[in-house]
């Protein structure tokens, strides 16, 4: 009788163990919290070892960075051209074209993958909400963004000066999130679809916002 050839463990053939790990991670962070998931579960829920894992992201902040810059990288280019466009405007800007500019970018990475983009929005929010540094690194650490919005916002409500912008603009903006994050709750349905967000909604999340920053 020939034996059996011996098996030796290598890269999976049938899988894009990359691409699985981020979507994995990008789910499970999404709905369980990046503080609950562990390197060995996420390796696991994608069908790869914990070696492969390991290979590819060596720590677990490393993973969470990777996920958030898959689709972030498109969210700030296109958030960074609405904003360039409305500082070179000539004419006026309104609160309404500042909030579409930071809206529109969150709405198309939902509408373009619903279930993975809003895992997406899910963990960029949670990441928000806590503070987190690879947050703070991704946003705040962008001062181009960070002044683009600021100078877009002065434009809009020259008024105001810059302490009172920065509440409004952290207000806002945490709402936004929120919201979009929250797509999916049951308690307020028809939000979120099949093919994503429900143009209503997104449209009166974009004039409650605009009005609550434009308010006296």
């Known amino acids: ?35 609950a998931v562990s390197l060995r579960a996420i390796g696991r829920e994608a069908g790869v070892s914990s070696a492969a894992v390991l290979y590819h ?22 958030l960074s051209a609405r904003l360039r466009a409305l500082l070179d405007a000539d004419g006026p800007v309104t609160t309404r074209d500042l909030v579409d500019a ?29 503070n987190d540094n690879l947050w703070i690194s991704a946003v705040r650490g962008n001062t181009d963004l960070s002044t683009m919005v600021v100078e877009v916002t002065q434009r809009a409500l020259p008024a105001l000066d810059e302490a009172a912008i920065r ?25 979120m679809g099949p093919d994503g967000l429900d143009p209503e909604f997104v449209e009166q999340l974009a004039r409650f916002t605009a009005a609550g920053l434009a308010t006296d």
Do not use: Y
């Open 1 to 35: 009788m020939t034996a059996a050839p011996s098996s030796r463990p290598g890269p999976r053939a049938d899988l894009d163990v990359p691409a699985a790990l981020l979507d994995t991670a990008e789910r499970m962070f999404a709905q369980d919290g990046v503080g």
């Open 57 to 78: 992201h060596s720590t677990k902040p490393m993973l969470v960075e990777a996920v958030l810059r898959r689709r972030g990288a498109a969210v700030g280019r296109e």
């Open 102 to 130: 930071v809206l529109v970018p969150m709405v198309d990475v939902v509408n373009a993958d619903p279930e993975g983009g809003l895992c997406w929005v899910k963990l960029f929010t949670q990441l928000a909400q806590a």
């Open 167 to 191: 509440s409004r603009l952290g207000i806002a903006m945490f709402g936004v999130l929120t919201s979009l994050a929250g797509a999916d709750l049951r308690a307020v349905p028809d939000r």
